[in-house]
């Protein structure tokens, strides 16, 4: 860890005016040779993606190769890596002169947190302290697409304010960040928490939104002309917003317990997207003189039942439960775009491109609390006796925790999510002064692909 | 179903000057919580989806959580969810005026459509009449997506035509028939019609094609140069065009038997669509003085492969066989479109915006008597004994049936697709006078996603 | 055999100004034909996709449907099939003036070459001696995606300076001269290189790149206005990208050993491809003055970490060892594309229109030869006695060679597929003469989809 701290402290408090073309390749030769480094001293194959699976397999009484997690976790992992690197980068699209930005810097940093994720998710859940290994196999990678996309929800906020260098250094303490608030919020609080709506949409929010505040710039007004969509981008958004919606019961079931468990929160999240779209319309077609859609609602409240569904969809939330979830966020959303937005741009000097306060934050604190209030709700005659302890896992120094007290610690989960996100974002100014003084937004024609020195 | 009928009413019968403005947030509103109270009353998971699957295990011998019907048809699904939503949208796209509105209320009407389809379908197949519910798991949403689907083909007929509220109706009353039609068809009739052949696509394009029969409106011919395409508008169709492509396999195998029946079909339709293409761009070549090819066939003509082999493909249709339907079927489907479209425009007055007469009535109609004949020819010496059975399910009150009696029931079945897919489109003028006023197609740029009143 | 060899010669050896009106059809239906034929004589289901699957179960005691190879293969199946169509077909729509050409063309002959390579691949591998057929399942079809994936890398070096005749002449010597070299490589040598960084990218590559050679047209500079890329070109360019970029993994591990061998693969082609973003980026900032980056080397040199592992992905490369491949496969690609592309250009009258040097030539031989290293670095104390054997299948009469020996083996096969690469494309002169004159390249808009006689 020593090296990359070092890579870490190297580029975050560089002088501010570096030229890009030396801090951008600096930064990821250096970061990646940290990695490599890291991943040579730390990181192996777990049992099922070893060669010694043969003989493990033997000594567990394991009969068929189809046992093995891959078979279990591999579909959906893919449909998250779509949702990471084509849903969340074609929905940056929609800026006319930041297609580029907005596709090719989300694969840059996705690239880059991946690889962080895993060493900082394995040193906090599962280092082998006896090794001083962390095995890794499929379940650690859609691990380390969930802890990223909190990073990616961020740039959603800062789209087009910001050099690719401040994205890698948001990145990296973002996912540093995100691994500390999951430790503490799904092993010492015990929480339940599959598709993230605390630990990634609530955080990511946040974090995002408090980095917009530490970089507001007063004459960003002048470039606003610039910020908007021209119509064959918002189709692209398009791309991004129907991969994010329709891989979204992959993305909440990815690493929920085997057989029903997959299978409950993949049906939820579907019935709480659908009836989403349908109040996400409604509210905007009301909200225009002529009855009109705005594409911006259309891309984006449209999801909103898919982040509010991240935690209670394990549970027997009930169908009906997951529907009317949807139809309260694509209202809550949508009101969102239309009313909080513009009030955070005008009042408290808050810039969000991308409206991830309305996408992400709002609706992913409320997904905590929803999945507080039906972890409380729960019941040995709903749940059945076994199928209540291995939904929550009340097990081992758990086993006397009552779904009440589960509920509690569910909504001090969001709580903590809601203060890392919101702290960790504000700090991003301490150690970066030059942060603020990032002269380029949208102020020339992006046909290159460039980014100016920041 | 009280509630439903009553919005159902509402809306359907309302004068036909509304304002969209009102009228669209009203049908979403009140639909939506239609859904909320059906789903309320009827909807519960079933047994694999439910935390008593830890019971249920135990209690029929299942040895691992990995033989949970999730891990048999999830892959599949999400493969036909984005051909729902990703292909048809993007396949709508090709107007150069109407990119928005084609993926736009595609994604609107197949988010209530599957709603409305998990309760239709409900009630005719999976009613448990003890208890009054229906239960749900991950074949349900499969088989909402291809209820769906009907309708979305009849909007295919329709883009750019009517407004999202008289979309909204079509769906309703749609998928309404769409599970009467399939209750007939599959159960009354007891067909195979695993990829629907017959009960989705042949059904879906006639009553799209009778719908708009029911709209011709006579001065359409002035926006005639607004019904035309741009490069880029045909580049996004072709997303469209390759998703429904690569995953009709996945389409057609989703819900047919397990093990040897989703291979078998996965493999016949791969087989058929790759013909399709050659034989599509060889008449399309052919068709034009200089050898040019037109965009309009490879985006539709080329998918009618897939279409035609709906039925036929879980059977023992063989490998060459396969070959043979694409083969046709590319080369009906482009003479549809060079000769049939414009013949049903000028003498019959039937405006086919997308061409679902050529990529779905009339493939989806030979797919159903393909099938028919395949399952004529059925025989012990080609399937072995409990192959024919379980592929055919001669069990219970049908355990007599012989594959030439089948051949025949397939036949009707494709019969009674047509007539409901016929009237049922042409009932559509009957509560609704005003449908034939309507009085925007492309008489604007429709750049902020606008719709107009209807 | 023989019906296709004559439809060969017909179209192979015919004058060179033939109406593309003729020469098309004439090409898709006569092949398609003898696909038909060729299907009818040889082609079968296998045991797991025939409707004998149920007694063929109970003969070798499978307990459940789910052991079918199907279940363990489709979901990968799907990601290469979108990887082939999608992928490689977007990456091709850069050229602001051939989109369509780029993703219409790919479709027809990849639609020819699967079911060519079926047949290529099944006689060299797989036929039945006892009855003459060649019995296909789930593993048929993604060997017969990655066989036109050969051809379709070829495509690249060619793109916008051939005639689809041409192209699907390319496609069925490549397809044939694939099965081939696959046959000595991986029957005879008996190597392992199951994501085809030898078989597939390397041959590919370097057929390709020959071919161009062969091809090249002294006036091309003229055109060279032409050879460039529009915004919107350029983000369609990168769908393709992230579609090839993200499921390289599915690709790598799509035909693997059951359990481990999947699961080892994917986690190493994730890797290596996540390293990989970060030098090209690097190397791409680092190249122009102003740090801009361009879009060439993120849309291609980021999927060399890919190429480049697909033989020592199913190895115990470890996982910092995939990390190192990625990061010199990213610079080695990044500088081809910066110095390499304009020397060929210039002094050896190569013209590579995508680069495919520097993509899938040089990084598949790379591949090839770390294949070899880590091979013959294997050991039985890293991969135990029965995973040692497993992985490299040392057994029949391969039992006794030894890990250093394989790493010989490996060795030969990269430059037997170098070798049917070069000579295999450079034949390519002899039987078509007028290919030097083909007199198209971007010499008009291409807005129709047109193509001019060749």
Same mark, same amino acid.
């Given at each position: ?310 935690? =209670? $969809? ?8 997951? /529907?009317?979830? *949807?139809?309260? %966020?694509? +209202?809550?959303? #949508? ?75 569910? =909504? $001090? ?8 996100? /919101?702290?960790? *974002?504000?700090? %991003?100014? +301490?150690?970066? #002064? ?21």
């Amino acid at each position: 860890m020593g090296n990359c701290a070092q890579g870490f402290k190297d580029f975050f408090c560089r002088p501010k005016n570096t030229n890009v073309r030396v801090s951008l390749p600096a930064v990821c030769f250096v970061w990646q040779i940290a990695m490599i480094i890291l991943f040579g001293v730390f990181i192996r194959y777990n049992e099922e993606a070893d060669t010694h699976w043969v003989e493990h397999k033997k000594s567990h009484n394991i009969t068929s190769d189809i046992e093995n997690d891959f078979y279990f976790r591999y579909p959906s992992f893919q449909d998250v890596h779509v949702m990471i690197f084509v849903g969340f980068g074609f929905l940056m699209t929609f800026l006319k002169r930041y297609s580029f930005g907005g596709v090719g810097f989300n694969f840059l940093i996705a690239s880059f947190g991946v690889q962080w994720a895993l060493l900082m998710q394995g040193w906090f859940h599962t280092l082998d302290h006896s090794t001083g290994k962390i095995y890794i196999g499929v379940e650690s990678l859609i691990n380390a697409d969930f802890c990223t996309a909190g990073s990616l929800i961020a740039y959603g906020a800062l789209l087009g304010k910001v050099s690719p260098v401040q994205l890698m250094v948001v990145t990296l303490f973002g996912v540093t960040l995100f691994a500390v608030e999951e430790y503490i919020i799904l092993s010492l609080l015990h929480c339940r928490d599959a598709g993230g709506s605390m630990v990634i949409h609530c955080f990511g929010g946040y974090y995002g939104l408090a980095i917009s505040w530490v970089l507001y710039r007063p004459k960003l007004h002048l470039s606003q002309r610039l910020n908007g969509s021209v119509y064959h981008s918002d189709v692209f958004a398009m791309i991004g917003t129907l991969f994010l919606w329709m891989f979204w019961p992959s993305f909440n079931s990815a690493i929920t317990d085997h057989g029903d468990g997959q299978h409950r929160t993949a049906i939820n999240t579907y019935l709480a997207l659908a009836s989403c779209v349908l109040t996400s319309v409604a509210i905007s077609s009301m909200s225009q003189k002529t009855g009109k859609l705005d594409m911006v609602h259309i891309q984006n409240a449209t999801l909103a039942g898919g982040v509010a569904m991240g935690t =209670a $969809a394990e549970f027997m939330i009930t169908p009906y439960g997951a /529907l009317i979830v *949807g139809f309260c %966020m694509g +209202i809550i959303s #949508t009101f969102g775009y239309l009313f909080v937005t513009p009030f955070l741009e005008k009042y408290l000097k808050i810039q969000d491109t991308c409206g991830v306060h309305n996408l992400h934050a709002v609706p992913g604190m409320l997904g905590g609390f929803i999945g507080a209030i039906t972890a409380a709700a729960a019941s040995e005659s709903v749940y059945g006796k076994e199928g209540l302890i291995s939904t929550f896992d009340f097990e081992g120094s758990f086993k006397d925790r009552t779904p009440g007290t589960q509920g509690g610690f569910q =909504a $001090a989960g969001t709580c903590v999510s809601i203060a890392f996100g /919101l702290v960790g *974002g504000a700090l %991003m100014r +301490i150690p970066n #002064t030059g942060f603020v003084n990032v002269s380029f937004l949208f102020n020339r024609s992006e046909s290159n692909f460039s980014v100016e020195q920041s």
